[in-house]
């Protein structure tokens, strides 16, 4: 069909469909947020856009700096996790990368725990160094190693709690201490806490009523994980309390162009309203699989931070279980096999799971297994593990029971005893 031929009143179709009459609706109310897209927004006059401030949420500008679906995240997860300002990136990875640049300068040190979750470590080898920024790793078991390896240099401490894969459980409170005293900020990776273990901003749990809070500097967050719980989004976050320190890393954001799809930040919010039930059932499905794991011959070691015996138990109880039996830990275990085994009966034990899913990554409804080189990984085999080969479990939402079942048929079948 031929268009008509436009006018002033009756503009060409192509026009009448780009300008359609659209307000927002006023009175539409529903359990979920609507989306809000836009990489251009409109500013009604020249003066308006030219005196627009982006920086404190006062406004928007432009889709990268912001818009309702990305701001309404940015405060729920602050609510989420005790904080008072966020950033959000497109990748747990990228808000790490993101604190990194935001705060370092050529001639600074970071200092990295060496259980820290290993794509930071390779930041720091590789682009970080090639900024003149140098780091270095520190036992995080042994606070005394973090004060020691503190120099005038040092500009930014990275903390995890607890740290990926071997899961030892740091002193948290005190390394932040440490850190305060010598004027060093700290960046807590707070992805296995999720804001539901422990507040970062508030580690004694003290802090309401006016006190000085013990807190970290800046938490960052895998959302890709337990904020997501599906498995199919990949972000991040940066949250602070600190207006001037946000602002830092606001602008760094800005200048990076770091920001995140509008759909994707939908899903997260999709997803938040069920987080605190589903860490709870990820954690009440793993502690179910480590207690039976503990019982099996070939677990050399069990390595899940609420389990009496574990490397950094005592931390885990005094930051997250203060009201004894009430603490919560995510869905997240190790087991060290025993050296008796070889790496490739591992392997298959591995691949002899049929719920479980060989894949990185965690937070989502599937159970996913991974067998990890830990000698690749660390400096030194650390003293508190045992010889053998690690590997990792993600509980998802399946019935604790069928995993079990799952686990046992595929050890009994490649990792025998006799
Ligand atoms: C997964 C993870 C990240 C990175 O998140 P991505 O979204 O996959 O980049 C960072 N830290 C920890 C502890 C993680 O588990």
Known sequence: MQDEKPSAATPHIATGLIHHPYTPPADFQAPQPGVFKASTVYFPTVADMRQREWKDKSAYTYGLHGTPTTYMLEERLCTLEGGLQCVLVPSGLAALALVALAVLSTGDEVLIPDNAYGPNKALADGELRHFGITHRFYDPMDPEDLSRQITPRTRLVWLEAPGSVSMEFPDLPDMVRRCRARGVLCALDNTWGAGLAFNAFDLLG?????????????????????????????????????????????????????????????????????????????????????????????????????????????????????????????????????????????????????????????????????????????????????????????????????????????????????
């Open 206 to 418: 003290d802090g309401e009523g006016g006190q000085v809070r013990l807190a970290v500097d800046i938490s960052a967050h895998a959302l890709t994980k337990y904020p997501s719980g599906g498995g199919d989004v990949l972000m991040g976050s940066v949250i602070t309390r600190d207006a001037a320190l946000h602002l830092k890393i606001k602008l760094c954001h800005m200048r990076l162009g770091l920001g995140v799809a509008a759909n994707d930040a939908e899903t997260v919010l999709r997803s938040l309203p069920s987080i605190a039930l589903r860490y709870a059932a990820h954690d009440q499905t793993a502690r179910a699989l480590a207690a039976w794991w503990q019982a099996q011959p070939p677990c050399a070691q069990l390595m899940h931070p609420a389990f009496e015996g574990a490397p950094g138990h005592a931390h885990w109880q005094a930051l997250c279980d203060r009201v004894p039996g009430t603490g919560q830990a995510a869905g997240l275990f190790s087991v060290m096999i025993d050296a008796r085994f070889s790496q490739t009966q591992v392997d298959a034990f591995c691949d002899g799971l049929k719920l479980f899913k060989i894949g990185y990554s965690w937070g989502g409804p599937v159970s996913l297994v991974v067998p990890y080189d830990i000698a690749s990984m660390r400096q030194a085999w650390p003293g508190h593990l045992k010889p053998g080969t690690l590997v990792r479990f993600s509980t998802g939402l399946e019935s604790a029971q069928d995993l079990i079942l799952d686990l046992h048929q595929s050890m009994q079948a490649h990792l025998p005893m006799a």
